[in-house]
């Protein structure tokens, strides 16, 4: 292992997902018990109240863009595993998006819901990830300020 690697890490204690040499490396879980798991993360797309205004009255080029952020975020949590090199597959068994158009932003919220080994926060966080992005890429035509902001893990319950 080189020195500049020692210096900048923790110790592996402090970070389940590195080696006792410092490597990265996948968690094992497979003493773990079977619980239940939620995570929800937000996130928020800023955007200028015309492109606000044109959203509300589907008047995008592109069409519903939040019908279509749904599909994404949804499709995007069954995915975290093949996207997050270290996550474990899950069965999802439950994902919700939900979208509060402000006046000059949308905030996104992502639950889901597993019984797993491990919890859902990184498939929670992927999904209002890729939420935004699309709610982005389906508003970037009208507006070319609009900023991602504030993803982050809000509630995680095991039970």
């Known amino acids: 292992m080189n020195a500049a690697r020692k210096k900048t890490n923790q110790p592996s204690g402090k970070f389940s997902h590195l080696a006792g040499d410092g490597s990265a490396r996948m968690v094992n879980v497979g003493t773990k018990p079977v619980q239940q798991r939620k995570a929800v993360a937000t996130g928020r797309l800023v955007c200028s109240t015309a492109t606000i205004r044109a959203l509300r009255q589907q008047a995008l080029p ?61 498939e929670a966080l992927t999904g209002v990830s890729v939420a935004a992005l699309t709610l982005y890429d389906m508003c970037k035509a009208v507006d070319k300020s609009m900023r991602i902001e504030g993803i982050r893990v809000v509630e995680k319950v095991k039970r």
């Not at 975020?73 to 069954?78: E, F, L, N, R, T």
């Not at 995915?79 to 006046?103: D, S, T, Y």
């Not at 000059?104 to 019984?115: E, F, L, M, R, Y």
């Open 62 to 122: 592109k069409g519903d863009v939040l019908a279509v952020a749904n599909i994404a975020g949804v499709q995007a949590v069954k995915q975290a595993a093949q996207l997050i090199p270290f996550c474990h597959p899950l069965p999802i068994e439950h994902v919700e998006l939900g979208f509060v158009v402000k006046r000059a932003a949308v905030d996104i919220t992502c639950t889901v819901a597993t019984g797993a080994k491990t919890g859902v926060e990184m």
